[in-house]
């Protein structure tokens, strides 16, 4: 079956830590996107990538870093930068300007 | 700035009543629309969207949408709620131009059904 994968579904992070969120998809889509996802704001845009080894700063970028090396991947790393990194993270790919199809999220907390 | 509304946080209807999600966008020109529904803990799913053509579209689950471009207005109906409909649901908006397949959302709209 095609689709989006994201893992861990729940991820915890100290103070000071950095931790990776992994996107998969298997739809031969060309762009994909991040977004948070806070109650009450709707989904804000991170970063996007409309083609491999290429990527742009969404509306909140600071304290967030990507990757993408491979058309099926796309990696969020949230840095120590990020002071307030407690949020549902969703990935999501497409063909522009067509649907955008979600993953299963991944909950981030930090202790 | 190009933004997104849902007037609406949080609406409560009866199981058979109708619904209608108000959504409200400000761009120069027509973007394309999207409406997407969330259950707890889980990713989007895409109940309709519209490019261009006819302005009222129709979607999965029943669900119903109209754009009206003098009202930048995409608001989405369904006649009949059914208590899985209870979820929250998104209006997002692509402006394309140079914001080809970037997606604004609205604040979201949180649907509770009573029996």
């Known amino acids: 079956d095609g689709g989006i994968t994201q893992s861990p579904k729940y991820l915890f992070r100290k103070e000071g830590q950095n931790v990776t969120l992994s996107c998969e998809q298997n739809l031969n889509h060309d762009a994909m996107y991040w977004y948070r996802q806070d109650p009450g704001q709707g989904l804000r845009l991170i970063y996007y990538?409309?083609?491999?080894?290429?990527?742009q700063k969404g509306d909140i970028a600071e304290g967030y870093s990507v990757s993408r090396e491979k058309k099926e991947s796309f990696p969020l790393t949230v840095t120590s930068a990020q002071k307030n990194p407690t949020a549902f993270y969703l990935c999501a790919s497409t063909i522009p300007p067509d649907t955008q199809y979600f993953g299963p999220g991944t909950r981030l907390t930090v202790l | 700035a190009q933004s997104v509304t849902q007037p609406d946080i949080h609406i409560t209807v009866s199981e058979g009543a109708s619904l209608e999600l108000r959504c409200n966008y400000s761009y120069g020109a027509t973007p394309y629309l999207f409406w997407y529904v969330q259950s707890p803990g889980q990713g989007l799913q895409l109940l309709l969207k519209y490019f261009s053509g006819d302005t009222l579209v129709q979607g999965i689950k029943g669900f119903e949408a109209e754009f009206k471009r003098s009202q930048s207005s995409f608001n989405l109906r369904k006649p009949s709620v059914h208590w899985s409909d209870a979820a929250e649901y998104f209006c997002?908006?692509?402006?394309?131009?140079?914001?080809?397949?970037?997606?604004?959302f609205g604040q979201g709209t949180i649907l509770t059904v009573h029996p």
């Open positions: 997002a908006v692509d402006a394309g131009g140079t914001s080809y397949g970037k997606l604004t």
């Open positions: 990538s409309q083609i491999v080894n290429d990527f």
